[in-house]
């Protein structure tokens, strides 16, 4: 028989983390630490919008790019928080996801071997889906002591006549890692000189705790040069909304948006007239959550140092980082050793690249009961590991 799968479908790995929730499915009473999933509810006043636009049977498709209303409230948002300027009806794009604008952007930005340059650890859909488009992602390996901040002296060490996409995946899922403005100038500079381009995955932005995001976007000669990527999934706890968007200059986006137009169609209507209602309303609830996550945050970095177990300071997303190398295991092996022996779940580094090799992402996004109990857990089990190797 014919083999009836893609040569390229079948080199692509799935992603480490749902390998490693495979265990976890098969176990109970396990504390889970490891999905990226807000524990909030939708706000209701948006949740309403959403039932209200079904109840007036707003059940019909929208433009490719979206709601006209959503797309000019994306465009206020992104003027407000970062001063930077789009036109709504020819640079802007309602996706499905972030997601679905990362693949979207790739393929219509990449032809074959045109190289993007990837920092790891970082989200598990960058590298697949350059795959995909048939580029050739080529790793940025990301450095505990600069706390996974990129460096310009980085991005210039990986550059080659084949370059054409910079991914700037920050705030970062997993380290919850941030740049500051001088750093990304520095890149912007390099950016510049060598003629390449840059997708700003800045599904984070919102979820910062030492000061405000700065987007790439925002720097002299960026805006041009870049793909910006959001979504409502994590700032609002729209997970299962499935919403996105995309900002880019109009050569760009006119690509992207015939791509979305063949394979998608529309984002979903009811989750639109909902994204409108959280853009326009709901500073308010995101600052709530952000605050509620900051206070778990600090507490998961006090446990730390009190078991000592060593940690840089994350001020970004809801994830740590913790070094786990002074105890002689791989990451996996450390995180599937924790889970057999005291049902918690985290995720081992290396589900986000070769370089996260040594630490475990743990989440918080989770209720700080549940923080206060799993950390109790690993506190005992560290111990346990301290006590075997003295």
């Known amino acids: 028989m014919r083999n009836p799968l ?3 479908i079948v080199t692509i790995k799935p992603s480490g983390i749902r390998k490693f929730f495979d265990l976890v499915n098969e176990m109970e009473g396990v504390i889970s630490l490891g999905v990226g999933e807000p524990d909030f509810d939708t706000p209701w006043h948006i949740r309403d919008e959403g039932i209200y636009a079904l109840e007036k049977g707003k059940t019909f498709y929208t433009s490719n790019s979206g709601l006209t209303e959503l797309r000019q409230e994306i465009a206020n948002y992104i003027k407000r928080t970062q001063g930077v300027t789009y036109d709504p009806k020819k640079e802007i794009m309602v996706t499905v996801g972030g997601s679905e604008a990362i693949d979207v952007a790739f393929r219509a930005m990449l032809d074959p071997e045109d190289e993007v340059l990837i920092p790891e650890p970082s989200y598990v859909s960058y590298v697949p889906c350059a795959v995909l488009a048939g580029g050739k992602p080529v790793i940025i390996d ?30 970062n899922n997993p380290t919850g890692s941030v740049m500051g403005k001088e750093e990304l100038e520095k890149i912007a500079k390099v950016v510049i000189e060598k003629d390449i381009f840059v997708l700003s995955d800045e599904i984070y932005a919102e979820l910062t705790y030492n000061g405000k995001h700065v987007s790439i976007t925002s ?73 509620s996550y900051n206070h778990r945050r600090r507490f998961l970095m006090n446990a730390f140092r009190e078991m000592g177990l060593d940690c840089f300071e994350p001020f970004g997303a809801f994830y740590v980082f913790p070094c786990i190398k002074e105890f002689g295991m791989t990451s996996e092996e450390f995180a599937t050793k924790f889970l057999m022996e005291e049902k918690v779940a985290t995720v081992p580094g290396t589900a986000f690249g070769a370089s996260g090799e ?10 700080l009961e549940t923080l206060k109990i799993a950390m109790e857990k690993l506190a005992k089990f560290i111990t346990k590991l301290r006590n075997e190797k003295a």
């Open 6 to 8: 893609s040569k390229t």
């Open 142 to 171: 990301l450095k505990a002591e600069n706390d996974f901040r990129l460096t310009a002296e980085e991005v210039i060490e990986k550059i080659t006549e084949k370059t054409k996409i910079l991914v700037l995946p920050f705030p």
């Open 219 to 291: 720097i002299e000669g960026m805006r041009e040069r870049t793909v910006l990527i959001n979504g409502f999934s994590k700032a609002y706890a729209m997970t299962g909304w499935r919403l996105g968007y995309a900002c880019a200059p109009e050569v760009i986006l006119k690509q992207m948006l015939k791509i979305h137009q063949y394979a998608i169609m529309c984002a979903p209507t009811t989750s639109q007239y909902a994204a409108v209602e959280a853009l326009k309303n709901g500073d308010k609830d995101v600052e709530e959550m952000r605050r």
């Open 358 to 367: 040594g630490f475990l992402r743990i989440s918080y996004a989770y209720s």
